[in-house]
T-cell receptor
Framework: NAGVTQTPKFQVLKTGQSMTLQCAQD?????MSWYRQDPGMGLRLIHY???????DQGEVPNGYNVSRSTTEDFPLRLLSAAPSQTSVYFC????????????????FGEGSRLTVL | DAKTTQPPSMDCAEGRAANLPCNHS???????VYWYRQIHSQGPQYIIH???NNETNEMASLIITEDRKSSTLILPHATLRDTAVYYC???????????????FGTGTQLKVEL
């Protein structure tokens, strides 16, 4: 298994540009989520999804959109990038209730480093 | 979710046990204690979790006090590769309880030195 795969690993945008951070997992996890991490701070939850077709907001959702059309993919869209969105973005997935195991363990990707000029 | 308090940094000599403390005095009866670590800005990695009994796996041991208001993560023989930020998280377990929506604080920066 590849686990959780994020692309791109690095991206530079200009203010106002749009882009999509991709996240894919091959573990058949129902739960997926996006976090951002700023220097010297912990991870903050942006959006999450408990299954295909279902998404919800986390702690810092403003400026980001998500959709979940398949179990495997959970893209994060920035519609009009702002310098305040310069950050490292992590995608994570886990089993959820109803699957064979549910330890609450999150599996993280390696991160996408975004700079908005 | 209950709030946790961790020291911002700790040092440990290689080969010695690293004992990382965490206070969670407002923990409720059905909340679990989770530990993750993050090595040099990589994605966080799950280490261990527990409810009230002590737990051990191939990576670490988790000691939870009887009143559950604090816990200690023990790395029995720390190596240089254990240098990382360690996060203690208290949360409900399972989907509807929000256990998947982990809240990460700033953690403890553990530095393992020769």
């Amino acid at each position: 298994n590849a686990g959780v795969t994020q692309t791109p690993k690095f991206q530079v945008l200009k203010t106002g540009q749009s882009m999509t951070l991709q996240c894919a997992q091959d573990m058949n996890h129902e739960y997926m989520s996006w976090y951002r991490q700023d220097p010297g701070m912990g991870l903050r939850l942006i959006h999450y999804s408990v299954g295909a077709g279902i998404t919800d907001q986390g702690e810092v959702p403003n400026g980001y959109n998500v959709s979940r059309s398949t179990t495997e993919d959970f893209p994060l869209r920035l519609l009009s990038a702002a310098p305040s969105q310069t950050s490292v973005y992590f995608c994570a997935s886990s089993y959820s209730r109803g699957q064979l195991t549910s330890t609450g363990e999150l599996f993280f990707g390696e991160g996408s480093r975004l700079t908005v000029l | 979710d209950a709030k946790t308090t961790q020291p911002p940094s700790m040092d440990c000599a290689e080969g010695r046990a690293a004992n990382l403390p965490c206070n969670h005095s407002t923990i409720s009866g059905n909340e679990y204690v989770y530990w993750y670590r993050q090595i040099h800005s990589q994605g966080p990695q799950y280490i261990i979790h527990g409810l009230k009994n002590n737990e051990t796996n191939e990576m670490a041991s988790l000691i939870i006090t009887e009143d559950r208001k604090s816990s200690t993560l023990i790395l029995p023989h720390a190596t240089l590769r254990d240098t990382a930020v360690y996060y203690c998280i208290v949360t409900l377990r399972g989907l509807t309880g929000g256990g998947n929506k982990l809240t990460f604080g700033t953690g403890t920066q553990l530095k393992v030195e020769l």
